[in-house]
């Protein structure tokens, strides 16, 4: 792909950093929105070289993170039927429920297959219609597309043993409800950019809503740029478990500011 | 799950009715429906969501933030002038 070298150009970041420290005067709030972009940022080490000055909140974009106990507890309970073939993403499988998570259903002999994508569970239906293959429908509006087709796809196909545990959240609501919240402090975002890829920016808040409630609003610093997998460390359980705590309060789209608290010598805050 | 790909689209097919292909993340060769982009063609990137083209790779996006690499003085040092695709 053209261009990617051109991004990942460690001395131009450097000269770029050098470039957000100079024109920095003043503290920043910023709550980068994925959690692939937090990824990024803690990967390549970009906290370590910003100003102390700019604070990186985690936002709550994560899959993994926003989705209630109470979906993962009905996975765990259909994922243990003899007769379920159940197909996730890789990610979910660590995800804890109440009591265990679909690993440990693997583990007792639960028939549990992670796919790269939800027509990989259709094909697995059509090959063994004997069993109940269940897709676990989970994400953002970047994945409900492509869950949607698997549904179409396995009903053209007139497949009677396929269908699909769902819990799909969406972006635009959540950030509203940190620009409005009173106690937010966030200042600014770095917006979802798949999530803009499948939907556009005309969902997400204005920068008036930020004025609204701050005299020292920026408006939303939009990221449509894509970015490739290269720099996305795989999430481990170490990290999706706390991350849950967080799950019930986003899904309810009340979201309240996360609670941050500042960690070691990177200056950078942090929920988890 | 969380990440898109940016890949180029090597083949298109029709599979029972659906417009899918295969496309190339940089060496590595997987199945992708194109179902939702159907203006899409063999060389064309785009971006590949658990097996889904969402978007094609926008060249002009990655040309504009060039530009503003340009424009604070970085591109001209790092790579002596117009950007070289690889």
Known sequence: VKYLDEFRDGDIAKRIAEEIHRITTRPWATMEVCDGQTHSIIRNGIDQILPAGIELIHGPGCPVCVTPLDVIDQALAIASRPEVTFCSFGDMLRVPGSG??????????????????PLDAVRLAESFPDREVVFFGIGFETTAPANAMAVHVAKQQGLRNFSMLVSHVLVPPAIAAIMTSPRSRVQAFLAAGHVCAVMGLHQYPTSRAFARRSRHCAGVARCCRARSSRTHAPRSAGNARPARRSARRWSRARARVPRTTTTGASGMTTRR | MCLAIPGRVQEIREAGGMRMGKADFG?????????YLPDIAVGDCAVVHVGFAITRLDEASALETLETFREMGLLEQELGGAPESS
């Open chain 1, 100 to 117: 265990k998570d679909l690993f440990q259903v693997k583990s007792e002999g639960g028939d549990v297959r992670v796919v790269y994508s």
């Open chain 2, 27 to 35: 060496g590595i060769v997987k199945d992708v429906c194109l179902a």
